[in-house]
T-cell receptor, first 110, second 113 residues
Framework: GENVEQHPSTLSVQEGDSAVIKCTYSDSASNYFPWYKQELGKGPQLIIDIRSNVGEKKDQRIAVTLNKTAKHFSLHITETQPEDSAVYFCAASLNNDMRFGAGTRLTVKP | DTAVSQTPKYLVTQMGNDKSIKCEQN?????MYWYKQDSKKFLKIMFSYNNKELIINETVPNRFSPKSPDKAHLNLHINSLELGDSAVYFCASSPGTANQPQHFGDGTRLSIL
């Protein structure tokens, strides 16, 4: 079955800096890669996603890149703000069978 | 308007009891899910239903029984609760079975005494 690894487990940055979170997956058949943000006491919320036929996608300060050959994908957050502090999860999915990474706790210091 | 709502938000009970968690979505989605998040924040899929039919059933003890009376509801019943069942349980929904964004509820924190 699919196995998703996520690094780092914790990340602390200064406000205004960039943050990068990396994930690898094992099943080359996976074709959908969403990223979720989870705030304290809330459920995960989708922030961006990418499909296997696309190499990069950007939405304002957030971007995701996908390297299918290497089976890894990354989340990039630029100009970080304190409200970006949360736990971020990557996931790899095939036909809605979604497997999550272990999460990255991002702290943005003002 | 709440899109995916779960009740109760907190559930504290004793070992051996039977309990249910309810989930409803008002997004018109066809597919619903249950996930378990453990104390280390690891999210693992348990079940998935599409139009009331079970499509994903992970290796979950048969003490856990999902029930979908209609496509807007997916309830989770747990028999003979054990200490290891303590976790946050999330319900989610998506438009269909093709890879599409899943919308999560805010979770039910289950604590077994």
């Amino acid at each position: 079955g699919e196995n998703v690894e996520q690094h780092p487990s914790t990340l602390s940055v200064q406000e205004g800096d960039s943050a990068v979170i990396k994930c690898t997956y094992s099943d080359s058949a996976s074709n959908y890669f969403p990223w979720y943000k989870q705030e304290l006491g809330k459920g995960p919320q989708l922030i961006i996603d990418i499909r296997s036929n696309v190499g990069e996608k950007k939405d304002q300060r957030i971007a995701v890149t996908l390297n299918k050959t290497a089976k890894h994908f990354s989340l990039h957050i630029t100009e970080t703000q304190p409200e970006d502090s949360a736990v971020y999860f990557c996931a790899a999915s095939l036909n809605n069978d979604m497997r999550f990474g272990a999460g990255t706790r991002l702290t943005v210091k003002p | 308007d709440t899109a995916v709502s779960q009740t109760p938000k907190y559930l504290v009970t004793q070992m051996g009891n039977d309990k249910s968690i309810k989930c409803e979505q008002n997004l018109g989605h066809d597919t619903m899910y249950w996930y378990k998040q453990d104390s280390k924040k690891f999210l693992k899929i348990m079940f998935s239903y599409n139009n009331k039919e079970l499509i994903i059933n992970e290796t979950v003890p048969n003490r856990f029984s999902p029930k979908s009376p209609d496509k807007a509801h997916l309830n989770l019943h747990i028999n003979s609760l054990e200490l290891g069942d303590s976790a946050v349980y999330f319900c989610a929904s998506s438009p269909g079975t093709a890879n599409q964004p899943q919308h999560f509820g805010d979770g039910t924190r289950l604590s077994i005494l």
